[in-house]
């Protein structure tokens, strides 16, 4: 039986995800790249006075690690506070999961203090921020109001992602390194070998598991908000300055009455 | 009044605007044929809104990105003001959303088993009635943080309803004075002309400045107001005229396109375009070669985004007044005395056109400084400004209850720093403070008075 269920979660899950993943996001940004118009108009930037490629691409990066449109809300901080914990923590989190796949050149020890310690940190305020967007979702009846099915069901799937993670880190403790790493290696290098991996604790099984099912589903869903926004004419293009270059003094537009001088005509 | 819509906070789907008739609605198809099709409303709009969402890609990323966070509604003057989440951003990118399930193969009977239902008549029409309660103000845009701009999917969904006949009888009523006319207000030539005597009259007496005004002559610069400034905002027409005539500009009216508005923008492109592509065409006949625009926010956007792309195309410059007003302060070649507006508070409210859109919001407040003495920005200002309520073809009688909501947060915002004057330069801010400021002043106990800039301008000239 653990056989069967380790073989649809290490060989079987891993591939179909994989597949989904690149179908789901060649299907998607095929559907942004073929819709062009823009309702007829020049520019659609939201940001005013961006002119310049170096003003659009600071306003994004802005955009994207400060999210400064939702820091002078007017009624709401929780928003603010709840995307900037969640946001920082899981981006710290996912970048540490690099280690299972590239070499890191620091000693067991350290590593395995950074992931406690640093992993731990993160993680807690990626659930933390969660559960703050969470709580405010279903606590204001006006955000509950504009709340899906979708909505729920990828926070869902995460709420279960970072408390399994979590619970490997801070309570369990099992040996990725000579577990999970080989074999995620093992499949991301089609060379699938299941041998690292098993026997390996359950709370890890379900981790695994909810993760991939997580991630087959970000191109079907709103988790495709995090490369989406890439593609929207509103904060990705520049718009054009107007009142630069008035003709000058000397110009014909100026010459119906030298200053001074008597009414001409 | 009886028989008046009332509104009650949560639910504001009683305020709904007139349908144009179909008389009038076969009048805009010269511009924008309907598509050939049944008559099954629905299913049209339905397959219309399936197009725009496949082909724009606002719209698509709109559909996308969105999460559902809800910052648009803190946001949208829409949702604050009436507590009706369809109402709101993200509540009428919903009913689209619902609009587009349910509907036909597996994905559909899976959906429908979801709850989804298709969309029927009566969904239509609650489509239309809160897609025609938006101001296209593009608060959203500017707090989304992926920059969704829900005024453009407000603008292509109008557009998608409007191709099935379904469209407000005051923005079709406009659009089609425009395009027949050439001004939104139909003003016939001799009524434009002998308002711009009128004004002549009164600045001789004001300014003691007597000067010809060139119609329809050949001159270096076409000058385009607003049609309401021949009509309503005569201050703000005297302060174009007594500026271009101490700068020494050479420059025209037109009576064949008195009109820098263009309500294309607040439905369809295709009406957008036409009317635009009019203005351009009466440019390049002057032989002009440059354009000047007048105060009107949702004139400007349409001017800034589209027209000046095309004089371009013909080698015609164009620039707002504003930056013409600019560059002669800065050359000494025009003098204000800021003295001649008194000691009232003045405060700026950015028009939504000109901050979120135009960019001109640092402009207006270089003129401010130079022509009044007591000046403020409003606590919400630049981008993140209060629409005046009447935007997005709103400025209609039968919703002046969601206009008069709509209109207190700014009000609320000018109170708040103790404003005696509010100064916004846009035609439709204009009308629409004409018409709710005597009521909030009534009901608060306040004397708030408002203005355009141009008109400030005026005063404070030095002849």
Not at chain 1, 41 to 64: I, Q
Not at chain 2, 435 to 462: E, F, H, I, Q, W
Request: proline residues 6%; contains cysteine.
């Amino acid at each position: 039986m653990d056989s069967v269920i380790e073989l649809t979660v290490f060989l079987v899950l891993p591939y179909v995800t994989l597949v989904a993943l690149v179908v789901g996001a060649a299907i998607r940004i095929r559907s942004w790249l073929s819709a062009r118009a823009i309702t007829g108009l020049r520019s659609v930037a939201v940001v005013p006075n961006t002119f310049r490629t170096r003003g659009v691409l600071k306003d994004l990066f802005r955009r994207v690690f400060t999210f400064y449109t939702f820091s002078n809300m007017e009624t709401d901080r929780t928003l603010y506070v709840g995307s900037l914990l969640f946001h920082y923590g899981i981006v710290i989190v996912l970048a540490s999961h690099l280690a299972l796949v590239v070499p890191v050149p620091i000693s067991a020890q350290l590593h395995s203090e950074i992931a406690l310690y640093l992993g731990g940190a993160s993680g807690l305020a990626a659930f933390a921020g969660l559960l703050l967007l969470l709580g405010r979702r279903v606590g204001r009846p006006r955000i509950r109001s504009v709340s899906f099915f979708d909505d729920y069901f990828a926070v869902g799937l995460l709420v279960g992602v970072i408390v399994f993670g979590l619970l490997q880190t801070l309570v369990f403790r099992p040996d990725y390194m000579d577990t999970v790493s080989p074999w995620l290696i093992s499949i991301l290098t089609f060379q699938p070998n299941l041998a690292p991996i098993a026997g390996v604790g359950t709370v890890t099984i379900v981790h695994i598991a909810l993760t991939l099912i997580f991630l087959a589903y970000v191109p079907y869903g709103k988790m495709v908000h995090v490369v989406a926004y890439l593609f929207n004419p509103t904060v990705t293009r520049t718009s054009q300055p107007v009142g630069a270059e008035i003709p000058a003094p000397d110009s014909g537009l100026w010459a119906a009455r030298p200053r001074g001088g008597p009414d001409e005509r | 009044m009886s028989g008046k819509p009332t509104l009650t906070y949560g639910d504001s789907s009683s305020v709904v605007p007139f349908w144009a008739k179909p008389e009038l609605v076969s009048k805009l198809e010269k511009v924008a044929p309907h598509p050939e099709g049944t008559k099954d409303l629905a299913r049209d709009v339905r397959a219309g809104l399936r197009s725009a969402v496949a082909h724009n890609r606002n719209v698509r990323i709109a559909v996308d990105a969105c999460v559902h966070c809800g910052a648009c509604l803190d946001a949208c003057p829409a949702y604050l003001a009436t507590g009706d989440v369809h109402n709101s951003p993200v509540g009428r990118a919903d009913l689209v959303r619902q609009a587009l399930k349910g509907d036909g193969g597996p994905l559909g009977r899976l959906e429908r088993w979801f709850g989804a239902r298709p969309l029927d008549d009566a969904g239509v029409h609650a489509l239309a009635t809160y897609y025609y309660q938006c101001l296209e103000c593009r608060r959203c845009g500017e707090t989304c943080v992926f920059g969704i701009d829900q005024a453009d999917v407000t603008r292509s969904v109008r557009s998608v309803l409007a191709d099935q006949g379904l469209v407000s009888r005051y923005v079709a009523t406009v659009i089609e004075a425009s395009e027949r006319t050439g001004n939104n207000l139909g003003l016939p030539p001799p009524a434009i002309k002998s308002t711009i005597d009128f004004c002549r009259d009164e600045i001789k007496e004001e300014k003691q400045l007597d000067f010809p005004v060139k119609v329809d002559a050949p001159a270096y610069a076409l000058f385009v107001p607003p049609s309401a400034d021949f009509f309503l905002n005569l201050e703000t027409l005297k302060g174009y005229m007594t500026f271009f005539h101490l700068a020494g500009v050479d420059y025209t009216f037109t009576t064949e396109h008195a009109e820098l508005g263009n309500f294309g923008l607040f439905v369809d492109e295709k009406h957008l375009r036409a009317i635009a592509d009019h203005l351009v065409g009466i440019a390049r006949k002057l032989e002009v070669k440059f354009v000047i625009a007048g105060e009107c926010g949702h004139g400007w956007r349409a001017f800034k985004q589209y027209v000046i792309p095309r004089l371009e195309e013909h080698g015609i410059g164009a620039a707002h007044v504003f930056h013409l007003v600019i560059d002669a302060a800065k050359r000494g070649a025009v003098k204000f005395d800021p003295t001649k507006n008194g000691a009232t508070r003045y405060v700026y409210q950015d028009p939504c056109n000109y901050a979120r859109g135009g960019d001109l919001i640092d402009e207006p407040r270089f003129l401010l400084e130079r022509v009044v003495t007591n000046r403020q920005d409003s606590p919400h200002s630049r981008e993140r400004t209060w629409c005046c309520g009447g935007g997005g073809g709103m400025l209609t009688d039968e919703l002046m209850p969601l206009r008069l909501e709509y209109a207190k947060l700014w009000f609320d915002d000018a109170l708040s720093i103790g404003a005696e004057h509010v100064v916004r330069p846009c035609a439709i801010c204009k009308a629409q403070l004409n018409a709710t400021l005597p009521k909030l002043n009534k009901a608060r106990s306040t004397k708030v008075a408002y203005s355009g800039l141009m008109d400030l301008v005026y005063r404070a000239l030095v002849p």
